[in-house]
């Protein structure tokens, strides 16, 4: 039993970096390290100016981080040894971490599925509360739940890569068969690394003035280029044959349809009229 000082609710502490401890329920599980380093570079400069939040436990007199693991990582990078931080005395402290982080927009997709489930495992919460709480949709509380249904592998790789969007993981959620979830998500992964291989090569190999083809398209606008683009996929969809496809293949290219159905209605709207 740790013998421990008495804070009050709300007030503004300056608390040693060494006694505040990672709770082991915060949302955040992946610290993206140029990110970090931004921050530690900030803090060297101008310090801490937004306070940590923290709490105490009742049993140990432990001080855990509520709201700002962030800030005390690049903190203790910049070798302060003490951070202002705000005392909060509530039991909805794994709330307040869960909006702090969303709403600063700082967890992955997979982060922020799994904080949401074990919220409401732990407070026996409907996905109306959920919403209420985060004011967000209920539909959109419920995709997000959704994630949580993918097999622990995926998770676990998704877990630390923000650059996996978060349509993608619900849209693999959606199959039924956690083996099919793998499947595409395989499918996803290798359609990105396929993407990415060619531009490798060509900046490897060419240069824009060596290239007539890079000249040529230098002459065309930004508009006729993504109308060619359109009109080449367009025909390739209209080609396609789901007669020759399996399963778990209609289901990935209807998920893929569907999000760039959302993409183009939402584009078409913001075309001037």
Do not use: W
């Not at 100016?49 to 509520?66: C, H």
């Not at 979830?181 to 499918?187: A, D, V």
């Not at 490897?204 to 890079?214: E, G, R, W």
């Amino acid at each position: 039993m740790v013998t421990a000082e008495t804070y009050t609710p709300s007030q503004l502490y300056a608390v040693p970096l060494a006694e505040l401890q990672a709770d082991p329920n915060q949302p955040r599980k992946y610290l993206d390290p140029q990110a970090l380093e931004e921050l530690t570079a900030s803090v060297v400069q101008h310090g801490i100016l937004e306070p940590i939040l923290f709490r105490q436990d009742n049993n140990t007199g432990l001080l855990y981080v509520v709201a700002g693991e962030r800030r005390c990582a690049a903190a203790r990078k910049a070798g302060l040894s003490t951070v202002p931080a705000v005392f909060i005395d509530s039991d909805n402290y794994a709330e307040i971490a869960l909006v702090e982080n969303i709403l600063r927009q700082d967890l992955t997709p997979v982060e922020e599925a799994e904080a949401l489930k074990r919220l409401q495992d732990d407070h026996a919460y409907k996905q109306e509360d959920l919403a209420r709480i985060l004011g967000k949709a209920a539909a959109t509380i419920s995709e997000t739940l959704s994630i949580t249904k993918l097999p622990q592998q995926v998770r676990d790789e998704c877990r630390q890569d923000p650059n996996v969007p978060k349509k993608v993981l619900i849209g693999l959620a959606k199959n039924k068969q956690q083996r099919s979830m793998i499947s595409q998500y395989q499918k996803y992964r290798k359609a990105q690394a396929k993407a990415a291989a060619p531009n490798t090569r060509t900046t490897a190999k060419t240069s824009p003035a060596q290239t007539p083809s890079t000249r040529t398209a230098a002459k065309t606008s930004p508009a006729q280029t993504m109308v060619g683009a359109l009109e080449t996929v367009g025909t390739k969809v209209s080609a396609l044959d789901f007669g020759t496809f399996s399963g778990e293949d209609v289901q990935l290219m209807s998920n893929a349809m569907t999000g760039l159905q959302t993409t183009l209605e939402e584009t078409i709207a913001r075309i001037p009229k």
